[in-house]
Each structure stands twice: as C-alpha cells, then as structure tokens.
C-alpha cells in the first residue's frame, strides 16, 4: 500500500526533527523516494548529505515549507531524470551491497594468501 500512496504524491517529504538518534541514523528510506523520480525532501544532517544531488534538503521547518512551496511553484521538478534515480539506487540494493562485500573479501582473501 505505501507504494500506491507513493505514487499518487506529487512531492515526498522526510519530516524528521534532527536529533541525537536521527544524526545516528542512515536515512534509507530516501532510496525509495528517490527510486520514485519524484521530487524529495529530507532534512539536512551528516547521513543525508550524500543524497544532496537528488533529495532537496532543508535545515528547518521554515526552510522545508520554503522548499515545498517553491517546487510546488515550480512545477514540483525533481532533481534528476528518472534513469539517474533508477541507477542509484538499483547500485545500493541489499543484492549489490552484498557483491560488493563478497568482492571486498574475495580480494582480500587473494592478496593476503588467506587459507580457507
């Protein structure tokens, strides 16, 4: 059901308060939103920053109504095509983060002579 409810928004808001523990917390809900192409916003912190290039992010409740006022404005733009967001997050899926760490080990494993 929350993948219908996604389809039907127009923008997709991550209302957190920053504290303590959402400083402490990677914001993977973002790759759902941003895998919808749509437009994002997520409040401004250590673990959002990387998706800064496809999430609009904001510092507070005034700036986040700013931010939602202005792409409502502005046609409620995303900040990538489609394909870009598809691409990132199909490379950050539990299957590719586990090829990676599988990749990670195998060559370690290689390099270090390690016996099994």
Not at 93 to 100: G, L, N
Request: net charge neutral.
């Amino acid at each position: 059901q929350v993948k219908g409810v996604m389809e039907t928004a127009d923008i997709l808001v991550m209302p957190f308060i920053v504290n303590e523990l959402i400083k402490s917390v990677n914001p993977v809900k973002l790759y759902e939103y941003i895998y919808t192409g749509k437009p994002c916003i997520a409040p401004l912190y250590g673990e959002s920053k990387p998706f800064e290039e496809y999430v609009y992010l904001y510092k507070d409740s005034s700036e986040c109504i700013e931010l939602i006022e202005e792409l409502i404005t502005n046609g409620r733009k995303p900040k990538k095509k489609m394909e870009e967001c598809r691409e990132i997050t199909k490379n950050n899926t539990w299957s590719a983060r586990e090829r990676s760490i599988i990749s990670i080990i195998t060559s370690y494993i290689k390099e270090n002579n390690v016996k099994m």
